[in-house]
């Protein structure tokens, strides 16, 4: 993140939309746990960035102001999916996000991340794969720093849990299956 | 009838550390890679064809809205009309 400090999102906006994209990608991935919604949204963050790069003050590296750009832009998405669900079906037709999760998330770490809320998604991957402190994370998603460290506690202790038990889970199937072709 | 072994010799689950949490977040967010990737002409094609932000709108209708407010008061004011205008009072006198 701080690479992209020298980069001046009013007049070198197309080279840090090269080098932020990824970035910006997975932290809105990780809120909305859809890869193709996560792809639609980072170019949506990135046009209304381009749009309000003159209002950019750099109080924080322009790789922050990109993914809370982003990252309320994924919580705006998911809430009016939320919202859409309880529209009837002819007026509103949108897919079921569990839907997605369950699609999306084969691996026992993606499950585990699928559990946690999209709020707890985005301060555990900020702060474990972005490396952002707390106050970073707090500047980010506009909360004070003692909710992203809580946010963050929160989220290991579901996740180490979903881990451990679908490892449990894994370990009881591998012995049965064992103990079926042994006989 | 095949025989199933449903016990578990190990008891309780087996919870990974937070530094094996962390190394497994890593490692599933590196996985994540977009199928396009960047797409700048797109970029330049929504920007195009986008209106004005929600910023110009919403300040120019509030600016709009402000210019009737005032013009309203001021005409009704001028012609009396409405609550603005002279208003009849029924006088009811004892002979």
Excluded: C
Aim: charged share 25%; aromatic share 8%.
């Amino acid at each position: 993140m701080t690479e992209s400090r020298e980069l001046d999102p009013a007049t070198q906006f197309k080279q840090l939309y090269d080098q932020e994209y990824l970035s910006v990608y997975r932290s809105i991935r990780a809120v909305v746990m859809e890869s193709a919604a996560a792809e639609d949204l980072t170019q949506e963050t990135f046009v209304r960035a381009y749009r309000a790069r003159h209002r950019y003050t750099p109080t924080a590296p322009p790789g922050a102001w990109l993914r809370r750009i982003g990252i309320n832009l994924a919580i705006s998405h998911l809430r009016r999916q939320k919202l859409a669900r309880f529209l009837p079906a002819r007026l509103y037709m949108a897919p079921d996000r569990r839907d997605y999760d369950r699609a999306e998330a084969r691996d026992v770490v993606g499950k585990a991340m699928a559990v946690l809320s999209p709020k707890l998604r985005a301060a555990v991957v900020l702060h474990y794969y972005d490396g952002l402190t707390r106050e970073e994370i707090a500047s980010v998603l506009g909360v004070p720093a003692g909710t992203v460290a809580s946010r963050i506690a929160k989220a290991v202790a579901i996740m180490r849990k979903t881990i451990g038990n679908d490892q449990d889970l894994d370990t009881t199937r591998s012995r049965s299956e064992g103990a079926l072709r042994g006989r | 009838m095949p025989y199933v072994e449903d016990k578990t010799t190990r008891g309780g689950f087996s919870s990974p550390s937070e530094a094996d949490v962390s190394r497994m977040i890593r490692a599933e967010v590196d996985s994540w890679t977009p199928r396009r990737g960047p797409d700048w002409p797109d970029i330049l094609i929504r920007i195009a064809s986008s209106g004005p932000s929600p910023w110009v709108i919403y300040t120019t209708a509030s600016a709009a809205l402000a210019v009737i407010l005032i013009a309203a008061f001021l005409v009704g004011s001028a012609l009396d009309l409405g609550g603005l205008g002279l208003q009849p009072a029924q006088v009811h006198l004892n002979h």
